[in-house]
């Protein structure tokens, strides 16, 4: 079956009970047993619900996973995949990384032994050297959050299959249809299913894809007693954007990909970061392991931060906020805003610059949003 096809029903099949084309949302806590230890097939929502095992589904198909962990936000499946560390563990963190990832490790996992190292997954060799005898995981994005580099998860996977390491991959920003890692040899992939998969910036949620069967039985175990579980609510929302998953993602990137071409002729940006511009370093990686460039990208612009406060200010169609991955596009300032809680110092060295513009490009007329970004970069110009 094709992507459009598992996008459309997956985890969306009619009822079997009543024939609803729509699916019910199952908002029990808890559900009736026909004796002592005897359930039905549910017991406690936390433990399993029919309408999150749909969602849960859904995302293991999409991704090719055998298994797939639903949770209450993108940190919260973040949590209990750390979960799976203990004390005197080492981490290796690919250096661009959403900031929240970053506070987690730095400021909660920390606080129980566990370290973690910052690498530069551009160079698997590198990565390979930076492992210790103490290293059980490495963690990545791709594309990076916020310079959209393209890393090479085939690469990376041969060198943790190879030091018996967990690979994570958060697919967040790609998303199922452009990317799969479970197939180039991660372990685990990760979602803020708040993204794109919801598509719709209504709802607050994460998922975990897995194929490993012992893997998937200490996750779901970490699930049920860490409990960051979603509501029935927020998984009948994620189902309903999946199905359009497909679609927007194709505008998405159809947007994006002219956004970043008009900002690299511009002459107002000093560097446009976008996965299929042929001017990226990963250029071809991006064309090989992506199907599409995706929504997202990040420019600096000329004039530093004035200037980039001035054109945020100056958008009229994108919107000034953090997240990404709706339908409507967004712009944020991640050094002030989604990065702040990474040490300045880190981030200036990581490039994370007060100059650094984050786009989420979303779904709108292209035209439109191309006038808007013009507007901006002029008034900018003016500050």
Known sequence: MRFATKAVHSGNEPDRETGAVAPPIFTASTFAQDGVGKPRGYEYSRSGNPTRERLERAVAELEHGKHGLAFSS??????????????????????????GT?????????????????????DPDSLARAVRPSTRMVWMESPTNPLMVVLDIRAVAKIAREKGLILTVDNTFASPYLQNPLKLGATIVLHSTTKYISGHS????????????????????????????????????????????????????????????LLEGSG??????????????????????????????????????????????????????????????????????????????????????????????GIEDPLDLADDVRRALDRAASA
Do not use: W
């Open 202 to 261: 209504d709802m607050v949620g994460g998922a975990l894809a897995v194929s490993d069967e012992d893997l998937y039985g200490r996750l779901k175990f970490l699930q049920n007693a860490i409990g960051a579980v979603p509501s029935p609510f927020d998984c009948y929302l994620a189902l309903r954007g999946m199905r359009t998953l497909h679609l927007r993602m194709e505008q998405h990137s159809r947007n994006a990909q002219a956004i970043a071409e």
């Open 74 to 99: 993108g940190l919260g499946a973040t949590a209990t995949v750390g979960s799976l560390l203990k004390k005197g563990d080492h981490v290796l963190i690919c250096n661009d990384v959403y900031g």
């Open 268 to 361: 107002r940006a000093t560097s446009v970061f976008y996965p299929f511009l042929e001017s990226s370093p990963t250029y071809r990686l991006a064309k090989r392991q992506m199907s599409l460039g995706g929504g997202m990208l990040s420019f600096r612009i000329k004039g530093g931060y004035r200037a980039a406060s001035r054109f945020l200010e100056s958008l009229r169609v994108f919107v000034l906020a953090e997240s990404l991955g709706g339908v409507e596009s967004l712009a944020e300032l991640p050094a002030r805003m989604t990065h702040f809680s990474i040490p300045k110092v880190e981030r200036g060295r990581l490039g994370i610059t007060d100059d650094l513009i984050r786009l989420s490009v």
């Open 102 to 122: 970053f506070r987690i490790f730095n400021s909660v996992f920390a606080n129980y032994g566990i370290s973690f190292s910052k690498v530069d997954a551009r």
